[in-house]
């Protein structure tokens, strides 16, 4: 098992930047593909980015492609994702997931991962 702690969240105006950290603990993070997916008030959870074991891949929502990145350290146990541009429809709770599975299908869908962070907020303001 793996266990995560998310960080990074707070208060930022639109156009800002923001960077969550995901601390793993536990089974070795190389074991595991990595995402972040999103909840707003109301809202499904959505998925955010993914990165796979290695971290020389990397996928996005169409939504946040060529503002936000997610990268990984697995020597800290550590996954990161840098928001900019950040605008005020990016407002969530962020979550940290971590998945044992191999299969492509899966990236996208929270049903592929089975280890998750406790959440940290993110709001943009107008």
């Known amino acids: 098992q793996v266990q995560l702690v998310d960080s990074g969240g707070g208060l930022v105006q639109a156009g800002g930047s923001l960077r969550l950290s995901c601390a793993a603990s536990?089974?070795?993070?190389?074991?595991?593909?990595m995402g972040w997916f999103r909840q707003a008030p109301g809202k499904e959870r959505e998925f955010v980015a993914a990165?796979?074991?290695?971290?020389?891949?990397?996928h996005y929502a169409d939504s946040v492609k060529g503002r936000f990145t997610i990268s990984r350290d697995n020597a800290k146990s550590t996954v990161y994702l840098q928001m900019n541009s950040l605008r005020p429809e990016d407002t969530a709770v962020y979550y940290c997931?971590?998945?044992?599975?191999?299969?492509?299908?899966?990236?996208?869908?929270?049903?592929?991962?089975?280890?998750w962070g406790q959440g940290t907020q993110v709001t943009v303001s107008s």
């Open positions: 990165i796979n074991r290695s971290g020389g891949r990397t």
């Open positions: 997931s971590a998945s044992s599975s191999f299969a492509v299908a899966t990236i996208t869908s929270e049903y592929g991962y089975s280890y």
């Open positions: 536990g089974r070795t993070l190389s074991n595991y593909r």
